[in-house]
């Protein structure tokens, strides 16, 4: 698949996740939230602590996530990736998009050995998406 059709495949998930969200606004954990929210799109705020980002409620993990998401968007330090990854497989998830900063080379290469369609390329979901400050 080009690119291209790696995001189609991601942005056609009925709901989605951000792994690594934040209630900081100025972090891009809450940006990559805000951004879905501004597109409309079902999303669930994943944070181990916080209860409720962006009046959103969170799940502490992603073991904990509806069967509905089936895209995840990962902003966490690349050693983290490496593990959300593998929750993300055995929770049946089928598109990854690490955001720029997230990818480890481990993580990318479990993801494509699992059949998932991983996006670690330095593509930018708020980029894709035109995400703005309001």
Not at 94 to 121: F, H, R
């Amino acid at each position: 698949m080009t690119i291209d059709q790696q995001i189609e495949q991601f942005l056609a998930s009925p709901a989605f996740a951000v792994v690594g969200a934040s209630s900081n606004r100025s972090k891009y954990g809450n940006k990559c939230l805000r951004c879905y929210q501004m597109n409309g799109r079902k999303v669930i705020p994943v944070h181990p602590l916080e209860l409720e980002i962006e009046d959103l409620d969170c799940v502490a993990s992603v073991t904990d996530l509806p069967d509905e998401v089936e895209s995840i968007s990962i902003i966490t330090p690349p050693r983290v990736t490496e593990k959300v990854v593998e929750q993300a497989a055995a929770k049946g998830i089928k598109n990854i998009w690490m955001q720029p900063g997230a990818e480890s080379p481990t993580a990318v290469k479990y993801c494509e050995e699992q059949g998932l369609n991983v996006i670690a390329d330095g593509s930018c979901l708020l980029v894709v998406l035109g995400y703005h400050e309001h």
